[in-house]
């Protein structure tokens, strides 16, 4: 069993698969604190977790074709400054179980937590080119790529890698990271090093970093030919071309209410409601509004937002708010919604159908509650 070595995790994470290990937290968890605690932080695997020895690690940058340094953790944490960026992960298949009550599609069947936020730690990836006589904003190439531990039974490593342009764009935010939430990363999350790439979608942010390099083209990986790339809902398996379609990197707009949870009862004496959820929008674009809804989106109130500390263009973290929503009168049951507003203006989707696609990513239509009211 390949998997014999995987760590123990939370019982109080709801597995999407086991092997590889896929989870997220319960949803009524999430939403409560703003830096998801480790052992809640959810999980996307999609191989063995590798087993690494910190005195054995080394990160292998390549500068050019034949010239490369190996970089040991111990000068990772004393040679370069320690910088911190505080950002969601999201998987590109978060909410996708709303994706397949419209028509199946391939993929783990994710709820709406597949995403979490975090403050990571390390070197910016800035710092460590530079050291290395490497100039981020003169290279001469069109891709960073990055290259996990984690191997198929083939051999082939997971993979990911970002234009150049975007590399720039994030040159000081992007973080070579050792540290999760102010202790090592743990063996689930990338140990001891993963690259974060904020505001970009959780496939490209590399766990069990082993090489950076520079590329002509996008790694070779499954994962960044093959996969989290977005169609439009006519394609389907038969006529589908991966090729032609451009890979997933900054991600749209999103929010969840986290409480009350689907099917909950909610006490009509009051007239009112308390809704808590999250939102983010990919690309650093902060969040402006979240529009609730507790009458099936007749009315809407703007929720109340908890400042994240970030500014609205390099917005990383996640925005958690609450409303207290007017509650219909004479009914038994009603329709909970929220719906976020980012900087851009960029509002959700109302519905899934119209953004349905084969592989179930970036479902982030309104999201819909239904609740019973009870006396
Ligand atoms: N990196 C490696 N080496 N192997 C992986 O399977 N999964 C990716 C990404 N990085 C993955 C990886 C995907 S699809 C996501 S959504 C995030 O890691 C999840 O990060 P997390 O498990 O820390 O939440
Ligand atoms: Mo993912």
Redesign the pocket.
């Known amino acids: 069993d390949p998997y014999r070595a995987d760590p123990e995790r939370s019982p109080v994470l709801i597995p999407s698969s086991e092997k590889p290990y896929n989870a997220e937290p319960p949803l009524e968890m999430l939403a409560d604190v703003f830096l998801t605690p480790n052992h809640l ?7 063995p977790v590798p087993c690494m020895k910190l005195e054995g690690y080394s990160l292998k940058l390549e500068m050019s074709p034949g010239k490369s340094a190996s970089i040991k953790i111990e000068e990772l944490r004393t040679k370069f400054p320690k910088k911190s960026v505080t950002a969601v ?1 999201q ?2 298949g978060n909410r996708r179980g709303e994706m397949v009550k419209v028509k199946p599609v391939k993929g783990l069947n994710w709820g709406s937590a597949a995403i ?1 936020n975090a403050k990571w730690s390390g070197v910016c990836l800035d710092d460590l080119l530079k050291h290395y006589k490497v100039d981020i904003d003169t290279v001469n190439t069109k891709y960073v790529v990055f290259e ?1 531990m ?1 191997k198929t039974p083939e051999g082939e490593p ?1 993979g990911a890698s970002i234009p150049i342009e975007l590399a720039k764009m994030l040159k000081k935010e992007i973080i070579i990271a050792y540290e999760m939430n102010g202790t090592s990363i743990p063996r ?3 140990f001891p090093v993963r690259v974060i790439i904020p505001g970009v979608v ?2 490209r ?4 970093l082993s090489k950076i390099y520079f590329s002509a083209e996008e790694s070779t990986s499954h994962w960044q030919r093959k996969d989290y790339k977005g169609f439009n809902s006519s394609v389907d398996w038969d006529n589908v071309n991966f090729d032609d379609a451009v890979s997933i990197t900054q991600i749209p707009v999103n929010s969840a209410i986290c409480e009350p949870v689907e099917g909950a009862e909610v006490d009509v004496s009051c007239d009112e409601v308390l809704v808590k959820g999250y939102a983010f929008s990919g690309g650093g674009r902060g969040i402006i509004r979240v529009d609730v809804s507790a009458d099936g989106g007749k009315t809407w109130i703007d929720a109340k937002l908890k400042p994240n500390g970030q500014t609205p263009y390099t917005s990383y973290a996640w925005t958690l708010w609450e409303a207290y929503v007017p509650l219909p009168k004479g009914v038994s049951e009603t329709v909970l919604i929220a719906k976020a507003v980012d900087v851009s203006y960029n509002v959700q989707p109302d519905t899934v159908e119209g953004i349905w696609n084969l592989r179930g990513v970036l479902s982030n239509a309104w999201h819909r509650v239904n609740v019973k009211l009870v006396k």
Do not use: E, M
């Open positions: 932080f959810f999980i996307r695997n999609h191989l992960i998987c590109a979490s996990g984690d997971y689930d999350h990338g959780g496939a942010q590399v766990k069990w």
